[in-house]
């Protein structure tokens, strides 16, 4: 949550790591969010993109019969870029 411009570069090989890189950037976001520190309107971008990437995960991880080393199919890909994307794109105040 730096409000850099650089895009991330994340290694989504496995359900496993796309599900600790995603959680990793979401501590950030709700550490920033719980202390008051992001609007509204970024929360609630933040929240559907996450709704979003987590529905394709869930969906993924029940096509891979719930094996967490299974490959990430790369609409899984997709959503955890955009939602890792938007949480670095986002401005937060010291």
Request: proline share 6%.
């Given at each position: 949550m730096t409000?850099?411009?650089?895009q991330?570069?994340t290694?989504y ?9 995603v959680s990793?950037?979401m501590?950030?976001?709700?550490n920033a969010?719980?202390?008051g520190?992001l609007t509204?309107?970024?929360r ?10 987590k ?5 993924a991880?029940?096509?891979a ?6 490959p990430?199919?790369d609409?899984?890909?997709d959503?955890a870029?955009?939602?890792i ?5 986002i401005q937060?105040?010291?």
């Open positions: 409000g850099c411009e650089s991330p570069t290694s090989r496995t359900l496993n790591q796309t599900y600790v890189n990793w950037q501590t950030g976001y709700r969010a719980y202390f520190r509204l309107q970024q609630q971008a933040v929240d559907q993109a996450y709704a979003d990437y529905a394709a995960f869930d969906h991880l029940q096509m019969g719930g094996h967490m080393n299974a990430t199919p609409y899984v890909k959503r870029n955009e939602l994307r938007l949480i670095s794109s937060v105040p010291p």
